[in-house]
């Protein structure tokens, strides 16, 4: 079985891990932190290329389409009794400690989170209980989160998911009581000047980022266990290279706050939260706005509360 696949728009790894990128609002600007905002469907994943990358790690290339300025969180989903250690960078910068991107795990400071124990991530380590939102911008707008933290020509954009395997033993080795049946998924080539979008600092979003409680020792650090590089196209660039169709934007926050729809909020309270990445607090947001939220107010929204097992949609 292959270490990482594309199937069905999400990217497996392995039997017991399952990365997926989702559709959502964006939260409004601000001083003021919004609850977890809901999913609209996967973002469709086409694969363009894979295989080793020549240093023996299993790796695949995909497209996702990102219109500008919309927004995405991550979800994590998989074996309770399996986990995996995982990277995820943007831009040339690790998302959780804003330094840039290595392919190596720390925990001075923590640079990786624990899946499925961390269910999603809705954006960069930027503050004490909250994320700055994945915004979509254009590469090149010097907005992105890694052309703000890395002097580097020409700058970077798309998503880097890098996955660590359990050391041998450390977890059960019991057949999951749920399995991905494989599918073959055509590779299609990249078009030129393709990666026109990037990742950059959205509103506040309430999220704690785990510390790891089984230890950097838990891990097979070297090498990894396999990796992906997402791509973000624009809708156009998308139909060209896939021949699919992205799907339409969700509604803004502030009518989906109007008509009464869920946010959402975990049942956390005894779980820790790693310390903000002084590098990412200096991210400057997409807009420039610093105001109260547009008009939104977060504490008077419909707030749904979930454990990490229950969806996070607005059914």
């Given at each position: 079985?292959?270490?990482v ?7 497996r790894f ?13 939260v ?5 932190a ?5 999913s609209?469907?996967?973002?469709p994943?086409?694969?363009?290329d ?13 497209v996702?389409?990102l219109r500008?300025?919309e ?6 989903e998989?074996s ?12 040339g910068?690790n ?7 290595e392919?190596r795990?720390s ?6 989170v624990?899946?499925p124990?961390q269910?999603?991530l ?13 915004v ?12 703000q933290?890395?002097d ?7 998503l880097?998911v890098?996955?660590f ?18 599918s ?27 510390p ?7 891990w097979?650090?070297e ?6 590089t997402?791509?973000l196209?624009n ?5 060209a290279?896939t021949?699919?169709d992205a ?7 502030e009518?989906?706050?109007r008509?009464g ?9 005894a779980?820790k939260?790693?310390a903000?990445?002084?590098r990412l ?17 977060p ?15 607005d059914?």
């Amino acid at each position: 079985m292959a270490h990482v696949n594309v199937e069905g728009d999400v990217l497996r790894f392995g039997e017991h891990l399952r990365v997926s990128f989702q559709r959502t609002l964006r939260v409004p600007e601000g001083a003021r932190a919004f609850p977890l905002p809901p999913s609209f469907g996967r973002f469709p994943i086409q694969r363009i290329d894979g295989g080793d990358a020549g240093d023996g790690v299993e790796s695949v290339e995909v497209v996702v389409p990102l219109r500008q300025l919309e927004a995405l969180w991550i979800g994590f989903e998989g074996s309770d009794w399996r986990p995996h250690a995982v990277m995820i960078g943007t831009g040339g910068i690790n998302a959780v400690t804003g330094e840039p991107w290595e392919e190596r795990l720390s925990t001075s400071p923590q640079n990786y989170v624990v899946c499925p124990d961390q269910p999603w991530l809705d954006g960069i380590n930027a503050g004490d209980s909250f994320v700055r939102q994945f915004v979509a911008t254009p590469l090149g707008s010097g907005l992105s989160i890694g052309e703000q933290l890395v002097d580097a020509r020409p700058p970077a954009g798309g998503l880097h998911v890098t996955v660590f395997a359990p050391k041998p033993g450390r977890f059960p080795d019991r057949e999951p009581t749920t399995t991905f049946p494989d599918s073959a998924m055509s590779s299609m080539g990249m078009p030129p000047d393709a990666e026109l979008m990037s990742l950059g600092a959205g509103g506040k979003i309430r999220q704690k980022i785990y510390p790891d409680s089984y230890g950097l020792d838990t891990w097979e650090a070297e090498p990894p266990f396999a990796r992906a590089t997402v791509h973000l196209l624009n809708s156009a660039q998308f139909r060209a290279a896939t021949r699919r169709d992205a799907p339409p934007s969700p509604m803004d926050a502030e009518t989906y706050a109007r008509l009464g729809l869920p946010w959402f909020e975990l049942y956390e309270e005894a779980r820790k939260d790693l310390a903000p990445s002084e590098r990412l607090a200096r991210v400057k947001t997409v807009s420039g706005d610093q105001g109260d939220g547009k008009g939104a107010d977060p504490d008077a929204l419909y707030v749904r509360r979930l454990d990490r097992n229950k969806p996070r949609d607005d059914s």
